[in-house]
């Protein structure tokens, strides 16, 4: 699966949010080397610190299914913005545990901007389970 064909996977999660308090619709894909695909939109709660973004969902959600940090290849995400959509603190930290430091991480919107990045620059100075001992 290349590049666009992840992001069209996560555009089309997007119709999976549930988001009635921000009408803020995010969907999220994540590639394995096996080739399988994950996806995850963003759900919200009435109290706000309760909700899950779609980036998190989606690595959830590969791992629930037994995949693991370095199983994965690259993540997409889009969003109804006016550039392309990045990930939020929450989400970054979180990515950077459980996805490849290295990996390419597709930033997208419905107009058909992209950008790519990985998670070294998006959080070049990440807290890590290494931090804790």
Do not use: W
Not at 19 to 34: E, I, M, Q, R
Not at 69 to 81: I, N, Q
Not at 120 to 127: M, V
Request: aromatic share 10%; with cysteine.
């Amino acid at each position: 699966m290349d590049k666009k064909e992840l992001i069209i996977k996560a555009k089309e999660a997007r119709a999976l949010s549930y988001s009635p308090y921000s009408h803020f619709a995010v969907g999220a894909a994540v590639l394995t080397k096996d080739g399988q695909v994950f996806v995850g939109a963003n759900i919200e709660n009435s109290s706000y610190p309760l909700c899950m973004c779609a980036e998190r969902n989606a690595l959830y959600n590969a791992m629930m299914h037994g995949y693991k940090k370095d199983d994965f290849v690259a993540l997409a995400l889009s969003a109804d913005t006016d550039q392309p959509c990045s990930p939020c603190g929450a989400c970054r930290q979180v990515i950077s545990e459980l996805f490849p430091r290295k990996a390419p991480i597709y930033m997208s919107n419905l107009k058909g901007d992209e950008q790519e990045t990985n998670i070294d620059e998006l959080l070049p100075f990440a807290f890590s389970g290494d931090d804790l001992k």
